[in-house]
């Protein structure tokens, strides 16, 4: 209470719009957590709670808990998802798409390796996000990735936009997925990731992106996905 009652000193509101927990916190009772976050709802200094980087199990124990007491229910998920890994689609997504809650995407360029400025011949440069943060988030294949560039650079030719638009708008279109959090570094690449919306790729590009960027996934999904009867989500 009092760390929140802080930030809303230090911001000049009376309350925040959507209150995000950061992680899922082991060590604090879930119950404990979500009846201090509807004590906040019902005092009014925040209107709509949500999380960041939860597991598909936690998020859904979470939602599970809140509708046992009448707590308020997350709305929103903030994520990691790009066309560089596409973990989220596999449990998250569907979660997303019956209990209602919307993924903010953060990192949408793939920690800096969806820009383009990353080839088979020309590595990350320095003063790169890429370069400055090689060996920090997820893991992938150089062929994958430039796999996914071929793609990417194929449609940036057919729609006159740049790569990192082809990017998110790909994002954009996905369901659940409600906003994309940009990390632009300066005005040209604010402009330039704004230029993302406003239009979109058609049924064949965003096929096209799907497959450059597949991967097999994790169990229990490709046993899922064997049993196409059963209507995949």
Not at 67 to 94: A, I
Not at 217 to 232: D, G, I, S, T
Request: hydrophobic share 35%; with cysteine.
């Amino acid at each position: 209470m009092d760390a929140v009652d802080g930030a809303l000193k230090r911001l000049g509101t009376d309350y925040i719009d959507l209150f995000q927990l950061h992680g899922q916190d082991y060590n604090t009772p879930l119950d404990e957590t979500l009846s201090t976050l509807d004590q906040l709802v019902r005092s009014g200094k925040i209107r709509y709670t949500g999380c960041s980087n939860f597991s598909g199990w936690h998020l859904m124990r979470s939602l599970s808990v809140s509708d046992r007491y009448g707590y308020p229910r997350h709305v929103s998920h903030q994520v990691y998802y790009s066309l560089l890994n596409r973990d989220y689609e596999w449990d998250l997504m569907p979660l997303g798409q019956v209990e209602g809650v919307g993924s903010m995407i953060w990192s949408p360029l793939g920690w800096g390796k969806l820009t383009g400025k990353i080839r088979r011949d020309r590595p990350a440069q320095p003063g790169t996000r890429a370069f400055e943060i090689a060996g920090a988030g997820p893991r992938y294949e150089d062929a994958h990735l430039f796999r996914i560039i071929d793609a990417l650079d194929e449609i940036s030719e057919k729609t006159g936009k740049t790569i990192p638009q082809v990017a998110l708008n790909w994002l954009l279109q996905k369901p659940s997925v409600a906003n994309v959090i940009i990390g632009a570094r300066s005005e040209g690449q604010l402009i330039e990731n704004i230029g993302a919306v406003d239009w979109s790729l058609t049924a064949e590009q965003v096929a096209k992106l799907d497959t450059a960027s597949d991967l097999p996934p994790a169990y229990p999904v490709w046993h899922q996905r064997n049993f196409p009867e059963l209507k995949e989500f």
